[in-house]
């Protein structure tokens, strides 16, 4: 059990090691298959919704040349294109929802969402009594599906009526929106964890979920819950996540006074030493980056460093 008030927040860093991609494969997942000729099923989609093959490959252009790792930082910068922006996230999201190839329920070899499970594990009436807050800036679902199935293959002898209740007292914020709520978590908008090979409307209709702020947007209501568990926390951990300056300032790490009485903690895989420092003296070194973190992956990171 997860005895500590911890908020987790994670980045697309924190899906890849489900074969999500990060924001610069996005990206390029995004123009390749957006290319003229390349891949009928995503074209398909857009003709549906009745977007023109030359806006299509304006699009595609803009976004190849853009010079930014992230189509989220180009949408909000460019609204012209949110419809084609993130239709196209949303193809390129979905069709990576496939429990057996993310690797979520293999016995030869551990994961982090594995890990995590194995410390809020707990009794079923004990297990509201976690700590655990998660704020996530992924579309995906991958985190709450798989927990959701390790929790309720725990507890067989409960509903999954149950099993739902007793599972959302850990609060999941998608501070941008999420492909569609899991059929446990709702009565509406809902969806099994599966990709689309064939359900064309569905794509269609998830994608209306993504939310992209305009560069005047620094809150929304999902950020201001954000701030609530971030002011109740105990500790931060950053993981998966790409220190986006805007994404922070959102998150209000520009201003708000956490009294050096919450830690945090930040993974750095990739950084290098000098943009570990750019991100500490621009926030005032309130996110820390252990030195041993340095070459962990998001399960060594959890493993050494959090838990």
Same mark, same amino acid.
């Given at each position: 059990?997860?005895?500590?008030?911890?908020?987790?927040?994670?980045?697309?860093?924190?899906?890849?090691?489900?074969?999500?991609?990060?924001?610069?494969?996005?990206?390029?997942?995004?123009?390749? &298959?957006?290319?003229?000729?390349?891949?009928?099923?995503?074209?398909?989609? *857009?003709?549906?919704?009745?977007?023109?093959?030359?806006?299509?490959?304006?699009?595609?252009?803009?976004?190849?040349?853009?010079?930014?790792?992230?189509?989220?930082? *180009?949408?909000?910068?460019?609204?012209?294109?949110?419809?084609?922006?993130?239709?196209?996230?949303?193809?390129?999201?979905?069709? !990576?929802?496939?429990?057996?190839?993310?690797?979520?329920?293999?016995?030869?070899?551990?994961?982090?969402?594995?890990?995590?499970? %194995?410390?809020?594990?707990?009794?079923?009436? /004990?297990?509201? &009594? &976690?700590?655990?807050?998660?704020?996530?800036?992924?579309? /995906?679902?991958?985190?709450?599906?798989?927990?959701?199935?390790?929790?309720?293959?725990?507890?067989?002898?409960?509903?999954?009526?149950?099993?739902?209740?007793?599972?959302?007292?850990?609060?999941?914020?998608?501070?941008?929106?999420?492909?569609?709520?899991?059929?446990?978590?709702?009565?509406?908008?809902?969806?099994?964890?599966?990709?689309?090979?064939?359900?064309?409307?569905?794509?269609?209709?998830?994608? !209306?979920?993504?939310?992209?702020?305009?560069?005047?947007?620094?809150?929304?209501?999902? *950020?201001?819950?954000?701030?609530?568990?971030?002011?109740?926390?105990?500790?931060?951990?950053?993981?998966?996540? %790409?220190?986006?300056?805007?994404?922070?300032?959102?998150?209000? *790490? /520009?201003?708000?006074?956490?009294?050096?009485?919450?830690?945090?903690?930040?993974?750095?895989?990739?950084?290098?030493?000098?943009?570990?420092?750019?991100?500490?003296?621009?926030?005032?070194?309130?996110?820390?980056?252990?030195?041993?973190?340095?070459? !962990?992956?998001?399960?060594?990171?959890?493993?050494?460093?959090?838990?």
């Amino acid at each position: 059990m997860i005895k500590d008030n911890t908020v987790l927040i994670l980045g697309a860093g924190a899906s890849a090691d489900y074969n999500y991609p990060t924001g610069l494969k996005l990206k390029d997942d995004i123009v390749r &298959n957006l290319a003229p000729g390349s891949n009928n099923y995503w074209l398909e989609i *857009f003709d549906i919704v009745n977007i023109r093959r030359e806006e299509i490959q304006e699009f595609t252009k803009a976004l190849s040349h853009c010079g930014l790792d992230s189509i989220d930082t *180009f949408l909000e910068r460019n609204p012209k294109y949110h419809k084609i922006g993130v239709l196209a996230i949303a193809i390129g999201i979905t069709r !990576k929802e496939n429990a057996q190839e993310n690797g979520f329920f293999r016995t030869d070899r551990y994961n982090w969402y594995q890990y995590l499970y %194995g410390k809020l594990d707990a009794p079923f009436d /004990d297990f509201e &009594n &976690n700590r655990l807050s998660i704020i996530t800036f992924n579309y /995906d679902r991958s985190l709450e599906h798989c927990l959701f199935t390790y929790f309720r293959n725990t507890h067989l002898n409960k509903s999954i009526e149950e099993c739902a209740q007793k599972f959302m007292t850990i609060p999941i914020i998608h501070v941008y929106g999420k492909l569609g709520n899991l059929p446990w978590q709702d009565n509406k908008d809902t969806r099994e964890y599966t990709n689309f090979s064939d359900e064309i409307q569905g794509v269609i209709d998830v994608s !209306k979920n993504i939310k992209i702020l305009s560069e005047r947007d620094t809150i929304s209501e999902d *950020f201001r819950k954000a701030h609530k568990l971030l002011f109740g926390a105990s500790k931060i951990i950053f993981m998966g996540f %790409g220190y986006n300056e805007t994404n922070l300032i959102r998150l209000g *790490f /520009d201003h708000l006074d956490f009294g050096g009485r919450i830690k945090i903690l930040g993974s750095s895989y990739n950084l290098t030493p000098i943009q570990i420092d750019v991100i500490e003296n621009k926030f005032r070194r309130k996110i820390k980056f252990p030195e041993k973190s340095r070459f !962990k992956k998001n399960l060594e990171f959890l493993q050494n460093i959090v838990f």
